[in-house]
């Protein structure tokens, strides 16, 4: 399968618990986007990466949120101090020219008890 | 600043007629133009996209949707639906300014269902 993948495809932490996810982007796509995903809404964008370069931050991306690609490959997105308002699908997705269209990852769903 | 609305949060529709989900969006300058499908617990698949040129667009799964530039609309279209269709459907639109972020936004979404 050469499309995007994302690990683990389920979380449950606890309130306070750091965690971390990953995404593996089609490999000739240089961008590589992460998106939250909450039930009734839209991908709300958080932060985009060209290469290994993070171009983009939303602010939505609080200071517990980090993301890293340090070889442009994969990618990870951490939370730290997770909060029970964490809880949504996180989605990756990547491309290689700007107009083209964006190939998603299958996400992870996050829950936070 | 780019947004992009879909009026509709559901959608219902009897398998073997048409559909339309509608989306309308507000750039500053020139839009790219996309549709995804999200079936449950999975990422969005591309549908179709407008760039350029002609107003109509063809897709995946017999979908297309027109560019109504004056309307500020991209409304997506079947002629004939089918139950398998039922999904979620999200519009998005990138302005397309000078320098401007490569960073597409997405409408809240529409539930189509098609009933039997």
């Known amino acids: 399968d050469t499309g995007v993948s994302q690990n683990p495809r389920h979380k449950i932490t606890k309130r306070g618990q750091n965690v971390t996810f990953r995404c593996d982007p089609i490999?000739?796509?240089?961008?590589l986007y992460w998106y939250r995903q909450t039930l009734g809404q839209g991908p709300e964008f958080l932060t985009y990466?060209?290469?290994?370069?993070?171009?983009?931050k939303s602010r939505l991306l609080s200071d517990r949120f980090s993301a890293e690609r340090p070889k442009g490959s994969f990618s990870t997105l951490e939370i730290q101090r997770t909060e029970q308002g964490d809880s949504a699908m996180y989605l990756c997705?990547?491309?290689?020219?700007?107009?083209?269209?964006?190939?998603f990852g299958p996400g992870t769903r996050l829950t936070v008890l | 600043a780019q947004s992009v609305a879909q009026p509709e949060d559901q959608v219902n529709v009897a398998e073997g007629n048409p559909l339309t989900v509608k989306c309308t969006y507000s750039?500053?300058?020139?839009?790219?133009l996309f549709w995804y499908v999200q079936y449950p617990n999975r990422g969005l698949q591309f549908l179709l996209k407008?760039?350029?040129?002609?107003?109509l667009v063809k897709g995946s799964y017999g979908f297309e949707a027109e560019f109504n530039k004056s309307q500020t609309s991209f409304h997506l279209k079947k002629p004939s639906a089918l139950v398998s269709d039922s999904a979620l459907y999200f519009c998005?639109?990138?302005?397309?300014?000078?320098?401007?972020?490569?960073?597409?936004?997405f409408g809240r979404g529409t539930s189509l269902i098609v009933h039997p």
């Open positions: 997705a990547s491309r290689d020219r700007p107009n083209n269209e964006q190939f």
């Open positions: 490999s000739e796509h240089n961008r």
């Open positions: 990466f060209q290469n290994e370069a993070q171009l983009e």
């Open positions: 750039v500053s300058g020139n839009p790219y």
């Open positions: 407008y760039i350029t040129g002609d107003n």
């Open positions: 998005a639109v990138r302005d397309i300014p000078s320098g401007g972020s490569y960073i597409p936004t």
